[in-house]
């Protein structure tokens, strides 16, 4: 994401200036730097996620299971309105699966969570909390 400032421009250069004190009179001097910008990083944690663009980065969080599931845990986090515990684990698995199966579309999640039938009765729970919210 450095590739665009802080207004969403892009840009293939990063200005640096530095302000020094020169000569007897102790003048305040500028001198401009044009640096060329590294855009390439990696995801810590995941294997082969080298990316150089927002693009790449997207494809590689896209295909990592880890993130599907964190995208799905989160999204249950803020219906329930608080962490999941041990007992909420089949509900997110099986909004994660939902989720995987319809090709991340993100209204087949919000459905999977809300149509999740109760194998633990922890899917009431989570409606009550959102309803309460």
């Given amino acids: 994401m450095e590739k665009f400032d802080a207004v969403g421009a892009r840009r293939d250069k990063f200005t640096l200036v530095t302000r020094e004190l020169k000569g007897e009179d102790r003048e305040k001097v500028n001198t401009a730097w044009e640096l060329e910008i590294d855009a390439s990083g990696f995801v810590a ?17 896209g295909q990592s299971a ?42 087949e999640l919000i459905l999977s969570l809300m149509l999740a039938r109760e194998n633990s009765g922890e899917t009431a729970h989570v409606v009550r909390n959102h309803q309460a919210h």
Avoid: H, M, W
């Fill in 45 to 61: 944690g995941v294997a082969n996620s080298k990316f150089a663009s927002p693009a790449q980065l997207g494809s590689i969080l």
């Fill in 66 to 107: 880890q993130c599907q599931e964190c995208i799905a845990k989160q999204y249950f986090r803020y219906i329930a309105g608080r962490g999941e515990t041990a007992a909420d684990r089949p509900v997110i698995r099986k909004i994660t699966e939902d989720f995987r199966r319809s090709q991340f579309r993100f209204k």
